[in-house]
């Protein structure tokens, strides 16, 4: 099988030992006695085997980025989860100081009222005394009379 001729000419080396092509990443090829078709064959044999690595690596680096997307995807979920166990937790505790606040509040209100209560029969006792010693006893509230009736 004959090469076409400019085929030919891109396979060949260049004259002199001298580099056509300044790159990191051209493959040598050893020299010697050459068939153009078998080297055209090697050339693409060559190529396909780099491809076919650089295919292999390109699907080793997208599972581990499926892992790795999977795995952050995880954690965002148990974050969730965590953010919303806290906020329920929150709003129990704000449930249960807004109850204690107001049973607070009750028993303030309570208090007071016992207070006033207290005073009043205070002061009616205090009345009821002195009604007892004018009109039971017909005496005016001096203090000869007052302290025996005291002791």
Same mark, same amino acid.
């Given at each position: 099988m004959a090469l076409p001729h400019w085929l030919t000419e891109c396979i060949q080396a260049p004259v002199d030992g001298q580099r056509s092509i300044d790159a990191k990443n051209v493959l040598e090829f050893p020299r010697g006695p050459r068939n153009d078709g078998q080297s055209a064959l090697d050339l693409v044999y060559e190529a396909a085997k780099v491809v076919s690595e650089l295919e292999d690596h390109a699907r080793e680096m997208e599972t581990r980025a499926q892992g790795l997307c999977r795995d952050a995807l995880e954690k965002l979920r148990l974050a969730k989860r965590r953010a919303e166990s806290a906020e329920s937790g929150l709003y129990l505790a704000?449930?249960?100081?807004?109850?204690?606040?107001?049973?607070?509040? !009750?028993?303030?209100? &309570?208090?007071?009222?016992?207070?006033?209560?207290?005073?009043?029969?205070?002061? +009616? =006792?205090?009345?009821?005394?002195? !009604?007892?010693?004018? &009109?039971?006893?017909?005496?005016?509230?001096?203090?000869?009379?007052?302290?025996? +009736? =005291?002791?």
């Open positions: 704000e449930s249960r100081i807004s109850s204690v606040e107001a049973k607070l509040s !009750a028993a303030d209100l &309570r208090a007071k009222k016992a207070e006033t209560r207290a005073r009043e029969l205070d002061q +009616a =006792l205090t009345l009821i005394e002195d !009604a007892i010693r004018t &009109r039971l006893l017909r005496t005016q509230p001096d203090t000869q009379v007052y302290q025996a +009736a =005291l002791a």
